[in-house]
C-alpha cells in the first residue's frame, strides 16, 4: 500500500541553524500538509499546500517557516532559525482530492530536536 | 473558539473488553469528524470519518458515533486487543477548511493482557 514517507526520523541542531524537513507524499496525491506535536501535546495545523501554493497557514507558521515542492515527489518544509520551542515531532500528510472526506495519510514523522 | 474535547484522558481495559471514547467539540461551520489511532512516536492512521449527516460509521471492531445536534462523537472498540494500545484521536474539520484540522488531545488506551 502507498504511504507517505519522511526523512530525516530523527534530526538534532543547535539553536539558530536551519533545518529542513523532507516528506514524500503519497504519489497521485494533490494537496499537502504539515503538522507538527510537541511532546505530551496535541497535534497542530501548520500549513497546507496545493497546486505549488500555500492554501492555509496557522499562526504558528510564521516567517520563520517555508514550504516547498521543489520536484513531483518531494515536498519540504524549512526552519530558517530555530528556536528551542520547535523540537517536536513534525508529521507531514497528504490527499488525493478536494473532497472534504477524503482521508489523510500521515508519514511516520520526524522528531526535531533543538539544543 | 474552535475546541476539541476528549475523554477520558487514559483508561486501562482487559484484553477481550469493550471500551468506549467520548468527544466533544464546539468547531463551527462544521465540516466532518474523524477518528484517529496514533501509536507511539507514529503518526495518525484514519479510523472513520462522518460528515454532520452521518450518524455512526464502522470499520472492523471501530464504530464512530456522531450527534452533530450535541456537538458529540464516541468511539466503541468492540473485543479489544492487545494492538488496540494507542492514543486515539478525534479530529473535526471546518467548513471552509481544506486540513486546518482541530485536533483534540487524544485518549491514551492501554489494553493489558
Known amino acids: 500500500e502507498p504511504e507517505v514517507t519522511q526523512t530525516p526520523s530523527h534530526q538534532v541542531t543547535q539553536m539558530g541553524q536551519e533545518v529542513i524537513l523532507r516528506c514524500v507524499p503519497i504519489?497521485?496525491?494533490?494537496?499537502f500538509y504539515w503538522y507538527r506535536q510537541i511532546l505530551g501535546q496535541k497535534v497542530e495545523f501548520l500549513v497546507s499546500?496545493?497546486?505549488?501554493?500555500?492554501?492555509?497557514k496557522s499562526e504558528i507558521f510564521d516567517d520563520q517557516f517555508s514550504v516547498e515542492r521543489p520536484d513531483g515527489s518531494n515536498f519540504t518544509l524549512k526552519i530558517r532559525s530555530t528556536k528551542l520551542e520547535d523540537s517536536a515531532m513534525y508529521f507531514c500528510?497528504?490527499?488525493?482530492?478536494?473532497?472534504?472526506?477524503?482521508?489523510?495519510?500521515f508519514g511516520p514523522g520526524t522528531r526535531l530536536t533543538v539544543l | 473558539k474552535n475546541q476539541v474535547e476528549q475523554s477520558p484522558q487514559s483508561l486501562i481495559i482487559l484484553e477481550g473488553k469493550n471500551c468506549t471514547l467520548q468527544?466533544?467539540?464546539?468547531?463551527?461551520?462544521?465540516?466532518?469528524l474523524r477518528w484517529y489511532k496514533q501509536d507511539t512516536g507514529r503518526g495518525p492512521v484514519s479510523l472513520t470519518i462522518?460528515?454532520?449527516?452521518?450518524n455512526t460509521k464502522s470499520n472492523g471492531r471501530y464504530t464512530a458515533t456522531l450527534d452533530a445536534d450535541t456537538k458529540q462523537s464516541s468511539l466503541h472498540i468492540t473485543a479489544s486487543q492487545l494492538s488496540d494500545s494507542a492514543s486515539y484521536i478525534c479530529?473535526?474539520?471546518?467548513?471552509?477548511?481544506?486540513?486546518?484540522?482541530?485536533f483534540g488531545a487524544g485518549t491514551q488506551v492501554v489494553v493489558t493482557p
Open positions: 500528510a497528504s490527499r488525493l482530492g478536494a473532497q472534504t472526506t477524503d482521508t489523510q495519510y
Open positions: 504519489s497521485n496525491h494533490l494537496y
Open positions: 499546500f496545493y497546486n505549488n501554493e500555500i492554501s492555509e
Open positions: 462522518m460528515t454532520f449527516s452521518e
Open positions: 479530529v473535526v474539520s471546518l467548513t471552509d477548511s481544506w486540513g486546518k484540522f482541530q
Open positions: 468527544c466533544n467539540y464546539t468547531v463551527s461551520p462544521f465540516s466532518n
